[in-house]
């Protein structure tokens, strides 16, 4: 069973219409919750840190949400450059120390 | 920005060859990483380092591989004898205290003939 569960796989948008990515784990003993954007060929980039229950993020256009099972990225009024896809990551005191422990990802087409 | 830099972006190697992929962290980051991501699967933990010697490693991480600091800015990951189900993409990554966001270069894509 995966630790770390993204959903959709993958969403294809219209510009401007709006829509949440959701990331559900079940690991115990959370340290964070990481969200990475990811562009063809590149490596992850940083996008949020989620350390508790009830903590929530923003920047331009993503709102980072935490609960203590799962994470939504909501994604407000996309552009073509919000095309992506979208990492979600924890650290956890449960298993492995240091390591992150990724999802699958969403693929994210924003279409002008 | 600062950003961690990885050398090569591609390697072309034969199967049982040694490979050595290099990795430049972010210049005051105390811990590094190494993770590899096969074509269209998720990004996976090989190894932590930290303080000059290995702090955690996955199952993956085996015999073969091995990582080294061999001065104050340089962080390799040797495969010692590569097998065709190597081939992946390498990211090396760092921050500077645990439980912080790491950042990730852009990988070496390492392919196994």
């Known amino acids: 069973e995966d630790q770390v569960t993204q959903s959709p796989e993958a969403l294809r948008l219209q510009e401007g219409e709006s829509s949440s990515l959701n990331c559900s784990y079940t690991?115990?003993?959370?340290?964070?919750l990481f969200w990475y954007r990811q562009d063809p060929g590149k490596g992850p980039e940083f996008l949020f840190t989620?350390?508790?229950a009830g903590e929530e993020k923003e920047k331009e256009r993503l709102k980072a949400t935490l609960t203590k099972k799962e994470s939504f990225l909501h994604i407000t009024a996309p552009k073509p450059e919000d095309s992506a896809t979208y990492l979600c990551?924890?650290?956890?005191?449960?298993?492995?120390?240091?390591?992150?422990?990724f999802g699958k990802g969403t693929h994210l087409i924003i279409q002008p | 920005e600062p950003e961690v830099t990885q050398t090569p972006s591609h390697q072309v190697t034969q199967m049982g060859q040694e490979v050595i992929l290099r990795c430049v962290p972010i210049?005051?980051?105390?811990?590094f990483y190494w993770y590899r991501q096969i074509l269209g699967q998720k990004v996976e933990f090989l190894v932590s380092?930290?303080?000059?010697?290995?702090?955690?490693k996955s199952e993956i991480f085996d015999d073969q591989f091995s990582v080294e600091r061999p001065d104050g800015s340089n962080f390799t990951l040797k495969i010692r004898s590569t097998k065709l189900e190597d081939s992946a993409m390498y990211f090396c990554?760092?921050?500077?205290?645990?439980?912080?966001?790491?950042?990730f270069g852009d990988g070496t894509r390492l392919s196994i003939l």
């Open positions: 210049s005051n980051h105390l811990y």
């Open positions: 990551a924890v650290l956890y005191s449960g298993g492995g120390a240091d390591g992150l422990t």
């Open positions: 380092f930290y303080n000059n010697e290995i702090s955690e």
């Open positions: 989620l350390y508790s």
């Open positions: 690991v115990s003993g959370l340290r964070g």
């Open positions: 990554a760092s921050d500077r205290y645990s439980n912080q966001p790491q950042h």
